[in-house]
């Protein structure tokens, strides 16, 4: 099955999804390089000194977070565009203040020196050996700009599509879902466009809980007002970056929604099952980030418990409809392997191991254990990397590719597979030495555990192939894409 | 020019603008002699007044933060407000009746089509970095201090600089004609002032011996005090891009 022309969004709107989608992905080349630079420091084979470990490690994991988000918010806006107008105005300046954001944590972090790692529990970032008042502050003020830059793009779609489709109830199919199926088919929104809606709202929430954390926390620095209660501003913390986290794959669906069908020859429908699951998204998005506090004994026994079911909870509706609902589609339906269609596979692939690997880590007993080991961030990578940054590159792959006209070669397509099987291996070791209970966060790792990140540096030199054969690709489509974007 | 020079210039301007503009509105060219337009050159010319003729001004030999905010004011608010009030335009028509040619003999030497040139995205946006950074180097930084024609210097080439970057932006006709373009420009305008702030900021030393030398003011140490200037150019510097983007974008 051959990749058919889709619904071109508005010029503007794919030129500006076109910036936001490739400074995405030379954010993540860049990051990616920081990256192969931490495991070969844990393999001993290059020697970094803590304190720039930490500052990497910290640009590495906001940068990441960041270029992923972005390139996601970008993909969406294309797919969104196809059926909505969304006001280009208001696109842009969401790009302008959160790129100017990423620029604030660059320099905290590789000329001021602070290195308190991209989520820094309440006192640390104030009470840094290696870096300065200003390095904390540019820290925070990075995140609010970006933070600002996402609940702008946020309210853009909320407004949006609220607007077209006549109230957030109708957005959100609630009157459908509610009759179980039966009345309010005949004007339902695409499955993308109720993802955006959903973490739009979520995203709304998240940024405002980090609002709540950051504000005291600047007062505090101007001496307004006494210290913060570190409880709180933990539960702040997690609710603001854990639940920002969680939302990209969900924005990232939202692409494979719109790009599988064009794959599968398919058509991916707002079925019942869509609704629920989006509707559930939104109710539990919001628990999980209690397992980030199972250590702390003061947190109230509930909210452990919830944070239990809202991690178990949250993971099923993204199971069943997006994982099961994509495999479906492409089963039996002349799937054709191609750079977008292997990236997509690998990302449901990474969605459900890296889900999987969370699922673990966020039962109250096995955390116990495997807390703050590598296992927590060798979940997260395979979520990530082979997850929702597998489908932001094969929508970019395949916007590139659908814009300039450029045929594929057959070689090409190993570009993708380089990704899938480098990544995978890079993230088994991550997965092996969390296992074994090597501790995340550590700039030296004694010679007992040097072995697997030494394992890891073959797998991560395949998945830096790949990406920089992704990179040339692009590349060369890019300026006939950019040209017949804006015709 | 000292203060009165200047204070004398900028009053010389208010009366030329204000005579243009109503001249322009009793005309009936309603549409070009804006409230707006006027409110901007007022607001300009006190921006201007309250960085070249307050205290600002007596303070910026001993703070550098101070001399920083000074510029700050210069370059972002009273450029683009200059440039939002159409001066050339008004300024033409407050001039008596015979000099009102003289515009005219200027496009003769070209200078229109010199300024139309520089006024090209990729050039403003290149030429104010390169200003900007050249005026940051501690040689020619100390020497601007040192010097009152170098000073002046310094403070009217940043000026013309941002002049020049702010205009294909919001100067007439705008130059930057698409919201991606506009994007890429006040990303690219943003990162570099702030990268700069960023690197005055963390700089382990001071950079400029005017400052280490001058008598200490407000208990702040000539580090401490260069800190504040990085963190001024920077943190606000950076505000002001982000909000010229939800001010210049347009609906396309
Ligand atoms: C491209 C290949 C990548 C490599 C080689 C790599 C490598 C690493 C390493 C070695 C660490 C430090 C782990 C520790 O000791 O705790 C780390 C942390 C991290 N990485 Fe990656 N990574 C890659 C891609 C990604 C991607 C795609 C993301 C997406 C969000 C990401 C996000 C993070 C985050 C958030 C952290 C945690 C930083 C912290 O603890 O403050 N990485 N990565």
Redesign the interface.
Known sequence: MTARISQPA?G?VL??A??YMATGFVVFLLMGLLGLLMRLDHGGILVLSADWFYRIMTLHGSGMVAASLLAAMGGLAAVLGQTLRL???????A???Y??GA??VI??TL???FGGGWTALHQLPFKGFTW?L??AL?ML?GYL?VAVGFLIYCWLVLYTTVKRYGGLHRVLAWRYLVSGGRQGADSLPGPSEIAASVVAIVGTVAVLAGAAYLVPLFGEAAGLVGSLDALVAKNLLFLFGHTLVNLNIYLAAGLVYATLPLYTGREWKTTWPVTLALNLVLLLVLLPYFHHLYQDFVQALPLHILGQIGSYGVALPAFLVTIFGGLSMIYRSGFRWSVPSILMVAGLWGWTFGGLGALLDSTIGINQVMHNTLWVPAHFHTYYLLGALAFAWAYLYHLLGELSGASESRLGSLAAWLYGIGGAGFILTFFVSGAASVPRRYAVHIPEWQVYAQASVPFVLVLMLGIGWLAVAMLGRFAQAWQKA?A | MDRWGIGIALLAGVWLYTAGWARARQRADGSLATRKRLLAYVTATAVIAIALMSAIDTFQSRLFSIHMLQHMLLVYLAAPLLLLSRPATFWRQGLPAGLRTWPTGVREWRAAEVLSHLARPAVALGLSTVILWLWHIPTAYDLALENDVVHALEHLTFFGAFLLYWWPLIGSPSRLTTNAARTVYLAGGGAQSGFLGGIITFSPRVLYTHYLNAPRTGGLSALADQQLAGVVMWFPGVLIYGLAAALTMTGE
């Open positions: 508005n503007a030129r500006l076109l910036v006001s280009t105005r208001w696109l842009a300046t790009f302008v203040v790129f100017l620029g604030f320099i905290a000329l001021g020196g300065g200003w390095a540019a003020v700009f804006g």
